[in-house]
């Protein structure tokens, strides 16, 4: 099993910055994959940028040259750096792991809202 957890949400103007963290704990060492994904109010979940193991990295169109995703040398923590914020991104904001033969794990999401 691998357990996530978020932090580093909240409230920001439009402009502004926001940096969340991915802390994983449990069976690490299996993680090929990592990143987040948000949920906006009714809308579906969708993807926001992930990194792998080797460090190559995907955005979505809408966060590129804003949203830069990165981790640390171990595979228990991945963060995403929010620049620009609009007021688009307010959603809540998911981090998620692919273990290899395991599956998929989830946080318990942080909610990230930017007032315009």
């Known amino acids: 099993q691998v357990q996530l957890v978020e932090s580093g949400g909240g409230l920001v103007q439009a402009g502004g910055s926001l940096r969340l963290s991915c802390a994983a704990s449990g069976i690490i060492f299996s993680i090929t994959s990592m990143g987040w994904y948000r949920q906006a109010p009714g809308k579906q979940r969708e993807l926001v940028a992930v990194?792998?193991?080797?460090?190559?990295?995907n955005y979505a169109e809408s966060v590129k040259c804003r949203f830069t995703i990165s981790r640390g040398n171990a595979k228990n923590m991945w963060y995403l750096q929010m620049n620009s914020l609009k007021p688009e991104d307010t959603a809540v904001y998911y981090c998620y792991a692919v273990a290899a033969g395991r599956g998929s794990y989830w946080g318990q999401g942080t909610q990230v809202t930017v007032s315009s």
């Open positions: 990194i792998t193991t080797g460090g190559s990295t």
